[in-house]
């Protein structure tokens, strides 16, 4: 089920305090409204009573669809320091709930989900666009290695990041967006045709791709503190 609690928030602004209602776990099974509302961007956005200065709650949820085989940890940006305590958290939560500590009839509802953990809103509005369109989330950032190893253009700023934001049967959009303002500050479209090479070419491909799924934090953002992306990166052909 989905829980939303009520809650106060305060203005940053004006300092107004007012009543809202927060998530705590998106079921999207069964609320799939929230899932849409997730997805066009007014998932838990309000705006002040007092100023209209528009409010947007931080993330501290877990977002589960069973029927689509996703299920994410989802946190505010600036947890993203502690993410390896928080992975060791969301494995630990994924296990009791759905995983190998969990009753078999839990088990079994998450066949062949793997647990996820991300930071901020457009990095969860990913996750959801790329299950949504059957791609490897793993795969999704081996392709912006690519593109940030090519366009030497496309850097990005430490609160900056490449995130999946549609596509189709040919094309994969991508937005350079900050993670925390949700300001978006390009644009771009990859073949789709990229990801089906990737995939195809396990072997070039392993060492970099392995170092993103041995964490539910399965984002380039996480090897690019210690620059180990962009360095393997360079070395594909």
């Given at each position: 089920m989905s829980i939303l609690l009520g809650a106060a928030i305060q203005c940053?602004?004006?300092?107004?305090?007012?009543?809202?209602?927060l998530a705590a776990s998106v079921n999207a099974d069964r609320r799939p409204d929230l899932r849409a509302a997730i997805l066009d961007r007014t998932f838990q956005a309000h705006v002040c009573v007092a100023c209209e200065a528009p409010l947007r709650?931080?993330?501290?949820?877990?977002?589960?669809?069973?029927k689509r085989?996703?299920?994410?940890?989802?946190?505010?940006?600036?947890?993203?320091p502690r993410w390896e305590e928080l992975a060791a958290d969301t494995r630990a939560l994924f296990a009791g709930s759905f995983g190998d500590a969990a009753p078999p009839a839990a088990r079994s509802l998450?066949?062949?989900?793997?647990?996820?953990?991300?930071?901020?809103?457009?990095?969860?509005?990913e996750k959801i666009i790329a299950n949504e369109l059957g791609l490897d989330d793993a795969v999704v950032e081996l392709i912006?290695?690519?593109?940030?190893?090519?366009?030497?253009q496309a850097?990005?700023?430490?609160?900056?990041?490449?995130?999946?934001?549609?596509?189709?049967?040919?094309?994969?959009?991508?937005?350079?967006?900050?993670?925390?303002s949700e300001q978006i500050f390009g644009q771009m479209e990859v073949p789709r045709a990229l990801h089906d090479d990737i995939n195809?070419?396990?072997?070039?491909?392993?060492?970099?791709?392995?170092?993103?799924?041995?964490?539910?934090?399965?984002?380039?953002?996480r090897l690019m503190i210690d620059g180990s992306a962009t360095a393997e990166a360079a070395t594909m052909q």
């Open positions: 940053p602004r004006c300092e107004h305090e007012q009543e809202v209602t709650l931080p993330l501290h949820m877990t977002y589960l669809d069973m085989g996703i299920w994410v940890a989802a946190e505010a940006v600036d947890s993203l998450a066949a062949g989900a793997t647990p996820r953990l991300v930071f901020g809103w457009p990095a969860l509005r912006k290695a690519t593109v940030l190893r090519n366009l030497p850097r990005l700023t430490a609160s900056q990041a490449l995130r999946l934001a549609g596509g189709n049967a040919e094309t994969l959009g991508f937005e350079i967006i900050d993670d925390e195809g070419d396990a072997d070039s491909w392993a060492g970099l791709r392995n170092k993103l799924m041995e964490e539910p934090f399965c984002d380039l953002k």
